[in-house]
């Protein structure tokens, strides 16, 4: 039955673009962000921009960040105390210390390192009518997790359908 529903779906889709011809797009970009040591910065607009520039109308908005103490999270963009408070909690979830073995870069880097893997280094996001389909409330943040300003590469890869 998930398959009948799946397919009268799509079957749907296509009833509604027969009058227009449509093309199959892949995009990337790269995005350079800085950021100012421990903190979530929020950078959905950029998302919002690329999504724009590949003319996608509908799909999949693919991020990933390509780092291993940063991370990248879909959050409340309204009250700032929800991210304070996040912050908060997971640096006493993982605290900094004399507690691990990889210290090389810093009392803060392997505590970077568990918080990346307590969180995600990628996020999708469906695109529709040509826009990231978030929530009202929702932003698109990058976690930096070190104690230094760093500057982070995320990759945006977008694939959907676009109007010729």
């Known amino acids: 039955m998930a ?12 009833t509604s673009t027969e009058k227009t011809s449509t093309e199959t797009v892949h995009y990337q970009t790269v995005l350079r962000l800085p950021t100012h040591g421990k903190s979530l910065g929020r950078f ?3 998302v919002q921009e690329a999504v724009k520039a590949s003319g996608v109308r509908t799909g999949m908005c693919s991020i990933f960040v390509r780092h291993t103490s940063a ?3 879909i959050q409340e963009n309204a009250d700032p105390n ?3 408070d ?17 210290s090389d870069e ?6 970077a390192h568990i918080r990346t893997v307590l969180t995600h280094t990628s996020e999708q996001i469906p695109i529709m009518d040509g826009r990231l389909a978030l929530g009202t409330w929702q932003g698109i943040y990058l976690w930096e997790h070190r104690d230094r300003p760093q500057t982070r590469e995320v990759v945006i890869h977008i694939t959907g359908n676009s109007l010729l």
């Open 106 to 111: 810093g009392p803060d880097d392997m505590p």
């Open 82 to 84: 929800v991210l304070a």
């Open 3 to 14: 398959a009948t529903s799946s397919t009268e779906k799509t079957s749907t889709e296509k």
């Open 71 to 73: 991370s990248l999270v």
């Open 44 to 46: 959905t607009r950029k």
């Open 86 to 102: 996040m912050e908060t909690f997971l640096s006493k979830l993982v605290p900094e210390g004399n507690y691990y073995q990889h």
